[in-house]
């Protein structure tokens, strides 16, 4: 598609007639927009945070944006204004994560502080520190119904914690450290990340673990249904991993190789493509069944931290070292 964008562009930038109505650029997106399946554009920049910005996520509506910082604050923006709408604060030391429960009421965050809250969405208040760990808290998140969240730290301790009492449920505890942690849609499984290079999924249920995967995934992701399952690496790929029967690793796609660090990855909610932010400050998509690239993005100056997906697919937002978070929408 690329070739052939190139090709038809090549043409229509040499004639004389389109020249002469000097209408270009507006040419190259309407080329775009009609050849590729979904084409995204920036749209706003969000600045408020004096320090890196660690994460970013949609609400459930697609109307607001959480985003964590080491600035020690969660902050609130609303798409439509344009604007920081609530300065969350509590946490004593980098916030290293935020994001919404299902129904947008309330939002967990973790901290280098060892702690876990909750907040209310509404009011911006705190409404309890669920849980404390030993060691810093790398990352926390919600599962699909909002009674659980699961959080995990740098002493290889991961935690299942009930919403609603703030106790434990499941625990248990790696050697290594835990990068990454998600639950699957149906909330019956979580994946984890482990600083040995190992994925491994456990059965929340029987708290027994299900598979083992010696992938060097940094990242770790559900498909929106539950069926697959995305890791990136420092390697500079994206593995897709199906996980409908007990012997994963079913097909294997490679995005981005020639990029030695990939830092996040994403599906958007239609599962035919995926998102991703490399070490060289881009956010690119790409097909999910073919692995290739279809649309690169550019605008941060620093290494990007975290990207999130609209509930619709319609926008993508993403945050950086640069201190800001950047939306983009389709075209």
């Known amino acids: 598609k690329n070739k052939e964008i190139g090709i038809i562009l090549k043409h229509w930038m040499n004639s004389s007639l389109v020249n002469m109505f000097g209408w270009i650029e507006e040419f190259n997106t309407i080329i775009l927009r009609y050849i590729l399946p979904r084409y995204f554009g920036p749209s706003t920049v969000f600045e408020g945070h004096s320090c890196q910005v660690n994460s970013v996520m949609f609400s459930p509506d697609g109307t607001k944006i959480v985003s964590s910082s080491a600035d020690e604050t969660i902050r609130i923006w609303d798409i439509n204004l344009k604007k920081e709408i609530k300065i969350l604060k509590g946490h004593l030391g980098y916030v290293n994560y935020a994001e919404f429960s299902s129904n947008g009421d309330m939002i967990v965050s973790c901290s280098i502080d060892k702690t876990i809250r909750l907040w209310d969405a509404q009011t911006g208040n705190e409404i309890k520190i669920l849980g404390r760990h030993e060691h810093e808290v790398v990352t926390v998140k919600f599962s699909h119904n909002g009674e659980s969240i699961v ?22 505890k790696q050697w290594h450290e835990i990068l990454d942690v998600a639950f699957s849609s149906d909330g019956g499984r979580i994946v984890v990340a482990i600083g040995d290079n190992s994925v491994q999924i456990w059965d929340v249920h029987l708290w027994d673990k299900i598979q083992d995967l010696f992938y060097e995934g940094r990242k770790v992701h559900f498909s929106p249904n539950g069926s697959f399952l995305l890791c990136c690496s420092i390697s500079g790929m994206c593995e897709i991993y199906n996980t ?23 599906y958007f909610p239609d599962e035919h493509t995926i998102v ?6 881009t956010i690119r998509l790409w097909d999910a069944n073919s692995g290739e690239e279809i649309q690169r993005l550019e605008g941060h100056c620093l290494e990007l931290t975290g990207l999130d997906t609209s509930p619709d697919g319609c926008a993508i937002v993403s945050s950086s070292r640069d201190n800001t978070i950047r939306l983009w929408k389709q075209l």
């Open 151 to 172: 959080s995990g730290s740098l002493d290889g301790e991961v935690v299942i914690w009930d919403v609603k009492s703030g106790q434990q449920k499941r625990r248990f």
């Open 244 to 266: 409908t029967l007990s012997n994963i690793a079913i097909f294997t796609n490679q995005l981005g190789n020639k990029c030695r660090d990939v830092l996040n990855a994403k």
């Open 276 to 281: 991703t932010c490399l070490e060289d400050h």
